[in-house]
């Protein structure tokens, strides 16, 4: 039977808005709550004014609801090249704008890495990634999100303390249920907290007993140093070099848990590429090597900081996404190695050869479809064991080998 697009999503709407309306077990979950958020010292009053009338959203990603078939993960038909991810062109642009907010909040930034050792332009870069410096809109209703997902969520044990959390920060005053907008995910702010990360990681700079990281740059910032000192950060250290590789360079290196002392590696060949000086301090520093485009672009060598930002997004493009924009607010120098084209990479093959990859006992990590660091070693090990060109790089000739069985 056909049914017209337009009404298909009328029917698709009105199914989603009948299980928001009449939920009831839905209601019962939130009563159930009550114990754990007066544990947590949540009011009674406020537990019933933000839980009255308070609906699940079913359209959100990332649900399992009982009885529905799961939606599909969103996912992209083909794997971003680095390149792509940090565009010159929107790296220059923040760049422009960050040295600009750099003069402006000069005072600010200073005392702020002062206090947390965290220094100014890596907070503004991360401001510029979460949300375009305050300019992405935040249009979901913070508690409503978290709430959603810590009932029907895939995640449940990790959404049910960011909803209790949510609750607290309303409870505390810090801001009203209007203002407490949020993504999609529940990231709250200016540099996008969740609610249980606020909690923890706000500061009040100005005393008046909020952190306010929804419209105070300055706390939002502060808050962002105080999460990254807590995780690690060295006041004095760099996020990463880029570096260039000696000529029969093992590719297979370029992995977290291939780590030496800074000396060390540049005793093996690796040299600075972009003219930045490693202080002999550093020297005794643990690093690693990542090559985010194989022998295709820039090679990085990588101490504690570069996995400290680590904590804020696992993905090894946003950090080096942030981490350039910071060198480029403060000295607008470009990647000495430019990035090279490379051929595209479906996300379903790529997840075929992470399964051939763990069938062989090269990978032991997540199937995600992801070119990252360990997938990449893992390629190069089997690039060596099958007597193919040594890259590390997931290109059509693996992917070929691999299908006829290796």
Same mark, same amino acid.
């Given at each position: ?23 009831? =077990?839905?209601? %019962?979950? #939130? &009563? +159930? @709550?009550?114990? *754990?958020?007066? /544990?947590?010292?949540?009011? !009674? ?50 760049? =422009?704008?960050? %040295?600009? #907010? &750099? +003069? @402006?909040?000069? *005072?600010?930034? /200073?005392?702020?890495?002062? !206090? ?61 249920? *209007? ?228």
């Amino acid at each position: 039977m056909h049914i017209a697009p337009r009404f298909a999503t009328f029917l698709v709407f009105l199914f989603a808005a009948s299980l928001a309306n009449a939920d009831p =077990a839905f209601d %019962r979950w #939130l &009563a +159930a @709550q009550w114990p *754990a958020a007066q /544990a947590m010292g949540i009011s !009674r009053a406020t537990f019933e004014r933000e839980t009255k009338g308070l609906e699940p959203d079913y359209s959100l990603p990332d649900l399992a609801i009982p009885g529905q078939p799961k939606k599909p993960d969103a996912q992209a038909e083909f794997v971003q090249t680095p390149a792509a991810y940090v565009s010159e062109k929107a790296i220059a642009n923040y760049a =422009a704008r960050g %040295r600009k #907010l &750099a +003069a @402006q909040y000069r *005072a600010e930034l /200073a005392a702020i890495e002062k !206090r947390f050792g965290v220094p100014g332009p890596i907070l503004l870069a991360i401001w510029a990634r979460e949300t375009s410096f305050g300019g992405a809109k935040l249009n979901y209703d913070a508690l409503r999100v978290v709430a959603t997902q810590a009932y029907v969520g895939r995640r449940k044990d990790e959404f049910l303390p960011e909803f209790l959390a949510a609750l607290k920060i309303l409870d505390d005053g810090h801001v009203t249920r *209007a203002q407490m907008k949020s993504s999609w995910a529940g990231a709250m702010g200016l540099t996008q907290f969740m609610p249980t990360g606020y909690l923890t990681y706000g500061v009040d700079l100005d005393g008046d007993g909020t952190a306010n990281i929804w419209t105070s740059v300055p706390e939002a910032l502060a808050a962002t140093a105080s999460l990254l000192k807590e995780k690690g950060w060295q006041g004095g250290r760099r996020w990463a070099y880029e570096i260039a590789v000696p000529t029969g360079f093992d590719c297979t290196q370029a992995e977290p848990d291939a780590s030496l002392p800074i000396g060390e590696w540049l005793k093996r060949g690796i040299k600075v590429a972009d003219g930045r000086r490693i202080p002999p301090a550093a020297m005794k520093d643990p690093a690693s090597i990542i090559m985010p485009a194989g022998p295709f672009g820039p090679a990085f060598l990588t101490p504690a900081n570069y996995f400290v930002l680590k904590s804020y997004n696992f993905a090894d493009l946003y950090v080096l996404y942030v981490g350039h924009l910071a060198d480029r607010i403060e000295d607008d120098r470009p990647f000495a190695q430019p990035w090279r084209d490379i051929a595209l990479v479906k996300t379903r093959d790529l997840e075929f050869m992470q399964k051939v990859l763990t069938r062989d006992g090269f990978y032991a990590d997540k199937i995600d479809g992801k070119a990252g660091m360990k997938t990449r070693s893992a390629l190069g090990a089997y690039q060596k064991a099958n007597g193919l060109p040594l890259d590390c790089w997931p290109d059509a000739q693996v992917l070929e080998h691999m299908k006829r069985g290796g």
